[in-house]
């Protein structure tokens, strides 16, 4: 069992920065992959970015390249998601998720999820 705790959401300006970290804890946790997912109003869920346990491997969603950027400290069991040049239509609830496999926007889902954050960005 993997237990998840995100922090860092908020309110922001369009074009402005934030960062949401993912504390991870549970046996074997830092050996999986972790990665976001937001999910805005009245829309679905929707995969932002992932990060293998490793480092070595991230993918982001298309919407997020080049202004999204996902890190992870080991030491820390933490993953970060770096916001930058933030958009209105970037609110949403942000959700850490993880599991044994890489994630991906297709599914299945991750098995294991966070409570989720807030980002609200005003224009």
């Known amino acids: 069992q993997v237990q998840l705790v995100e922090s860092g959401g908020g309110l922001v300006q369009a074009a402005g920065s934030l960062r949401l970290s993912c504390a991870a804890s549970g046996r074997n946790s830092y050996t999986y992959a972790m990665g976001w997912f937001r999910q805005a109003p009245g829309k679905e869920r929707e995969f932002v970015a992932a990060i293998t346990w490793s480092g070595g491997s991230l993918v982001y969603a298309d919407s997020v390249k080049g202004r999204f950027t996902i890190s992870r400290d080991n030491a820390k069991n933490t993953v970060y998601l770096q916001m930058n040049s933030l958009k209105p239509e970037d609110t949403a609830v942000y959700y850490c998720?993880?599991?044994?496999?890489?994630?991906?926007?297709?599914?299945?889902?991750?098995?294991?999820w966070g409570q989720g954050t807030q980002v609200t960005v005003s224009s």
């Open positions: 998720a993880s599991d044994s496999i890489m994630l991906r926007p297709t599914p299945p889902p991750p098995r294991y």
